[in-house]
């Protein structure tokens, strides 16, 4: 059997790996022959992601950790480089929300998000730095969303914590530039997915909660992930074009956004099947069951972006950017060319 160091995929860590977003970008880094740990709180989301990058020819250990304990966290980058070497990229993907008008939301709740989400965030990024920063190298992926730049309602704890990662990443950007270090920091700034997090989460909905249409499969979120890791001098991408919407829209005409967004985003955020009141939520303790990558809303779901893959294709839109000007030329050209004899038949035509 090889020794697991032998691989030579990039060490790759990824927080919140055991469903959704995490789930599918470890699946994408295991084809790459990467070496992971996955780091989440359910053992058994966990144990299905470890199957799925060896059953795809990478390495996996899997981790159980809470990112909103800084030990932990510390204590899994520790285990991962023990077992594979210097990490080369880390992924803060862990989150968890409650669905809720803030007059009704709990204070311990507003904080739990918040430790996961941006204190995740930041215990993870610290982590990475106390690695990559004396080597001077890696790449660090805040995994962002629309809703970074432009909130909705009834996701004022999530909203927070997201623009709250947004602020602490410039800040982290601007200290690696004045320092000249070669580790580089991204944020992916993401559409609606289709995962489970809307089937496990904290909710006070009267209807089930939903993903606001377009939606997007993981596996859209998870070639941006990797991407991004393999392209950190880009310091923000946007995935899908209603990303791009929401973020330009909030910068030209925010306050129409918020009376907009106060008459639909209700809406927007629900099915039309009644939510079961008290079920259970992974808000302080991880639900047991391993529920994958994909939520339910896969018929709903689109598996590509158009606006991602030119974004991620730059060469195809300068190349016919390129082609149009060539024709513009030509076009140009053979007008002067035509001017001169158009000139001398009317002028004999006239004689």
């Not at 190298?137 to 629309?146: D, E, F, P």
């Not at 200290?175 to 809307?198: D, G, I, K, Y």
């Not at 993903?211 to 993981?218: E, N, S, T």
Request: a positive charge; glycine letters at 10%; one cysteine or more.
């Amino acid at each position: 059997m090889a020794n697991r160091h032998d691989a030579t995929g990039p060490v790759v860590v990824i927080t919140g790996a055991s469903a959704g977003v995490g789930r599918a970008t470890a699946r994408d880094f295991a084809a790459r022959g990467a070496r992971i740990g996955l780091l989440a709180r359910g053992r058994d989301g966990l144990a299905g992601a470890r199957q799925d990058v060896e059953r795809l020819g990478g390495k996996a250990l899997a981790i159980p950790t809470d990112v909103a304990d800084a030990g932990q966290v510390e204590a899994a980058a520790a285990a991962v480089e023990a077992e594979f070497g210097p990490i080369d990229i880390w992924v803060n993907n862990a989150m968890t929300s409650v669905f809720s008008p803030v007059r009704e939301l709990q204070e311990e709740e507003v904080r739990r998000v918040t430790e996961v989400i941006y204190l995740g965030t930041v215990h993870g990024t610290m982590a990475a730095l106390r690695r990559m920063y004396p080597r001077d190298a890696g790449a660090i992926v805040q995994v962002g969303s629309a809703l970074a730049y432009r909130s909705i309602p009834l996701q004022a704890a999530y909203c927070g914590a997201k623009h709250a990662i947004l602020g602490f990443t410039a800040s982290l950007r601007c200290e690696l530039l004045h320092e000249h270090s070669r580790v580089r920091v991204t944020m992916v700034q993401m559409p609606a997915l289709n995962t489970p997090q809307f089937g496990w989460v904290r909710s006070r909905l009267p209807h089930r909660a939903q993903p606001v249409p377009p939606i997007f499969q993981p596996e859209v979120a998870a070639r941006a992930i990797v991407y991004a890791a393999l392209h950190p001098r880009r310091r923000e991408h946007f995935v899908g074009g209603s990303t791009v919407r929401a973020i330009e829209g909030n910068k030209l005409a925010a306050g129409l956004l918020d009376r907009y967004l106060g008459r639909t985003g209700y809406r927007a955020q629900q099915t039309g099947q009644p939510e079961t009141p008290g079920r259970p939520d992974n808000l302080f303790e991880p639900l047991p069951g391993d529920r994958g990558a994909h939520g339910s809303f896969d018929a709903r779901a689109h598996s590509h972006s158009a606006q991602w893959w030119l974004a991620s294709h730059p060469a195809v839109p300068a190349a016919a950017a390129a082609g149009a000007g060539l024709l513009l030329a030509w076009v140009s050209r053979r007008a002067a060319e035509r001017r001169p004899r158009v000139a001398r038949r009317l002028s004999s035509r006239a004689a």
